[in-house]
């Protein structure tokens, strides 16, 4: 699995919130990559609760 974050973040924490282990917010998400294995599924929700739509989950 990739995760991007495109363009557009407002940086309103949600998807750290449900993933601090993949996302970091600092001014924007950003992604943490090598802590995606096993937080694939919280990745999933984090992208779904974002509220402009900007994380972008790539399935492999």
């Known amino acids: 699995m990739k ?3 495109l363009p557009g973040c407002i940086a309103c924490g949600a998807c750290e919130a449900i993933n601090g282990e993949v996302f970091i917010i600092n001014e924007i998400a950003h992604v ?3 802590n995606i294995t096993g937080n694939e599924d919280d990745c999933v ?3 779904d609760a974002c509220p402009v739509n900007v994380i972008k989950v790539i399935e492999d």
Do not use: K, P
Request: glycine share 0%; hydrophobic share 55%; no cysteine.
């Open 45 to 47: 929700t984090a992208a």
């Open 3 to 5: 995760v991007e974050i």
């Open 32 to 34: 943490i990559e090598e």
